[in-house]
Nanobody, 126 residues
């Protein structure tokens, strides 16, 4: 059973930074793609960023392009999300997810992911 565990969430002022980590029970190379998603109260879960574990190519939602960076450390079985220039609208629960196999065109669609972490809260407020 694959397990994913997020960490690094917290409270930060607008313009600040946070780095989320997701430790996995399997090497990231076991999955074709891994991603970060977020869900705010009353809203649907949305894709934030995803990574092709074979070549570390990143894919981003328009709302976070230029501010967030997804990366992986396969040896440490860890996925990261560096979040800079945070805005209040980035406040949400952030989830890590892994996809066994899939297509690049669907990497930000939460419905195609097979494994999920429990989430970590990010709050951006002054």
């Amino acid at each position: 059973q694959v397990q994913l565990l997020e960490s690094g969430g917290g409270s930060v002022q607008p313009g600040g930074s946070l780095r989320l980590s997701c430790s996995t029970s399997a090497v990231t190379a076991n999955f074709w793609y891994m991603g970060w998603f977020r869900q705010a109260p009353g809203k649907e879960r949305e894709g934030v960023a995803a990574i092709d574990t074979a070549n570390s190519a990143g894919y981003y939602a328009d709302s976070v392009k230029g501010r967030f960076t997804i990366s992986q450390d396969n040896a440490k079985k860890t996925l990261f999300l560096q979040m800079n220039s945070l805005k209040p609208e980035d406040s949400s629960i952030y989830y890590c997810a892994a996809m066994r196999r899939g297509h690049q065109s669907t990497v930000l669609n939460p419905a195609v992911y097979n494994y999920w972490g429990q989430g970590t809260q990010v709050t951006v407020s002054s």
